[in-house]
């Protein structure tokens, strides 16, 4: 007989999916393995991020600065937006949880496409609110209208998830425009950048003007991705006040640790050299896209550090031929895979295997 649960839990976690990730790399048979399943930077820090970060290291018995001053400064200095605007966290996860708590009363809804960040319906259904799913277009873009039509007077929050995780796709800034006219401007819209510094994309909204423009509109971005800082996790949003202040009030208290602080502080001090990594991997993204399409793969525009795949009921198949040779990949039910552009090995064999494949 079923034993009772010894302690009692959120209703809504029963429904939830685990995060999984995936495993980390390992070597086996010889063939050197990669996890290309969590996007994340194939470079090591930099020697200058190092650096600071051993620095920083010798204050750990202190708390960080609560309020990320430096930081917030550093930011502001560089977008060219007052400090109070910028709210920062651990990691834009940790930023968007924030936000969600923030804004939503139980039972509001967040509207977001699906698929997208599966951090999305977790901390939402985690907050009490209840996820609006819009399904994705043909081309596995939003549907920015289907997304206009899904808003209602429960409506909260809106995630724009530009370039999509886990199809790689962006949306245009003509597009992004006329959707936010549609959207009433007490409802807050994200634009979550995650991936921003790998857009090539001559259409891509300036989500910061939009943001200027327009004060229900919240920028997140993180130093995960393209600054390769994942392992310490640091994100930011830019929002306007209110929405800013109630950011700060709902933060936990020294959310975002010393190391954090210090190396993001770094990072933005080292931003040539890191865009010249940014620019290799993009071209990398380039020369695999391009292979798989000659091979026969319908890849749809791809603006981000990964690779779709869509797959439908192929998908677990073309995962475990990925692992067999290596290369832990990111299954999506029956949607499709998503790999990251790593190192070029990597990128090698991924284009190998999926040739075999089709
Ligand atoms: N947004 C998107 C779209 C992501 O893909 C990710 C990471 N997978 C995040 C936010 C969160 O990144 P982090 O918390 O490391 O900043």
Known sequence: AARPTPVRLRSALGALPEYTPGRP????????????????????????????????????????DMAVTALTEALAARLGVPAARISTGPGS?????????????????????WRSF????????????????????????HDLDAMAAAVTERTRLVLVCTPNNPTGTTVGAAELDAFLDRVPSDVVVVLDEAYLEFVDA?????????????????????????????????????AHEPVAAALRTSALPFGVNSLAQAAAIASLDA?????????????????????????GWDVPDQQANFVWFGLGDDTAAFAAACEAEGLTVRPYGTDGVRATIAETEANDRLVEVAGRFL
């Open 271 to 295: 931003a040539d050299e890191l865009d010249v990594r940014v620019k290799e991997l993009v071209a990398e993204r380039e020369r695999v896209v391009a292979a798989l399409r000659e091979q």
């Open 93 to 113: 996860v940790g930023v968007l949880d924030q936000l969600i708590r923030a804004t939503c009363d139980d039972g509001d809804e967040v509207v977001f496409a």
């Open 25 to 64: 790399a390992a070597v086996r048979d010889g063939l050197t393995a990669y996890k290309i399943s969590s996007n994340e930077n194939p470079f090591p820090p930099l020697p200058s991020v190092l650096d600071v970060v051993r620095d920083a290291a010798g204050s750990v018995n202190r708390y960080p």
């Open 118 to 141: 599966e951090a999305y319906p977790i901390l939402t259904t985690l907050a009490g609110a209840v996820p609006v799913q819009v399904p994705l277009a043909p081309g596995a873009r």
């Open 202 to 238: 001559p259409d891509a909204p300036d989500a910061l003007a939009v943001h200027e423009a327009r004060p229900n509109v919240v920028v997140l971005r993180t130093f995960s991705k393209a600054y390769g800082l994942a392992g310490l996790r640091v994100g930011y949003a830019v």
